[in-house]
């Protein structure tokens, strides 16, 4: 049995594009269940040595984005502002993604560009929206890793999917519809179906507060959405929030760094195997 941690950035609607997100991403983590116990307190351990360098409580929810801003629950009203710097930020978050890169999960990255999306009435014949091409790409490539491990070594394996709360229900709804029908992704207008047959169950909700993986996705699809805004043009600029020592070089570091978990065959043709769609 595989573990599949689920979370996204940006906004998955279509309507009224000029006051959303252009893009929208969502990633995966993933790993067999007799790894789960060791890359918990792995993680859990790198956390705590985060705390004992910086002060940042490991018990305290990872919401990258509100992170790298300094908002949110890491702005202390007591002293004026965030505790941390953005240099200190940053540096926290090198080591964070030192100490993920070298566990036993893999993880697939899938950006959306919605104005492309909507230009591409073959795609909408087929998948319902922004989630639905973003969620199957995910399960598609889970489902081949899974098919080609038991070429390789017998039996069956299967996975679940563990999500935040707010997408359970659609996410169920689009994993149902993947058991029966699933056009492939390398070509819209065929009839031949790529059937999910390894899931197991509706999706799961775990709140992000009590989950150190689905803290994980939130904190590479937030990369992710700064990396596929300026690697392809898309979206919106950077927020003047984003601490101007972050550029591209920095998160092109910390993908180089994640790259012995970086599931790149979901897009061999691009750098790091991001799947970007529509291209």
């Known amino acids: 049995m595989y573990l599949s941690y689920f979370d996204e950035a940006g906004d998955d609607g279509l309507a009224n594009l000029q006051h959303s997100s252009q893009l929208f991403t969502l990633t995966s983590v993933y790993m067999e269940e007799g790894e789960w116990q060791d890359n918990f307190d792995d993680l859990r351990d790198i956390r705590k040595d985060i705390h004992r360098r910086h002060g940042l409580k490991s018990s305290k929810e990872l919401h990258t984005m509100k992170f790298l801003k300094g908002k949110g629950i890491y702005w202390d009203d007591g002293i004026g502002g965030c505790p941390w710097g953005p240099a ?89 519809k993947r058991q029966v029908y699933n056009p492939t992704p390398s070509n819209y207008k065929s009839s031949y179906s790529f059937l ?25 699809t937030t990369i992710l959405l700064l990396y596929v805004r300026e690697k392809f043009n898309a979206g919106r600029s950077w927020s003047n929030q984003i601490p101007g ?13 994640l790259r012995p978990i970086l599931n790149e065959k979901a897009r061999s043709s691009t750098k790091y195997g991001v799947v970007y769609e529509p291209t």
Do not use: C
């Open 245 to 257: 020592i972050l550029d591209m070089s920095k998160i092109e570091n910390w993908f180089d760094t």
């Open 88 to 176: 200190e930020r940053i540096e926290m978050l090198d080591e964070y993604f030192q100490g993920v890169s070298e566990l036993s999960f893999k993880v697939i990255n899938v950006a959306i560009d919605k104005v492309n999306l909507v230009s591409r009435s073959d795609m909408l014949n087929y998948w319902d929206g922004v989630l639905d091409v973003a969620l199957t790409y995910n399960i598609n490539r889970i489902e081949m890793d899974l098919r080609g491990w038991e070429e390789e070594h017998g039996g069956t394996n299967r996975f679940i999917v563990i999500t935040d709360r707010g997408r359970v229900g659609p996410m169920a709804s689009i994993t149902r």
């Open 196 to 220: 999910i047959e390894r899931i197991v169950e509706d999706p799961m909700p775990k709140d992000s507060k009590r989950s150190v993986f689905v803290q994980l996705a939130d904190a590479i």
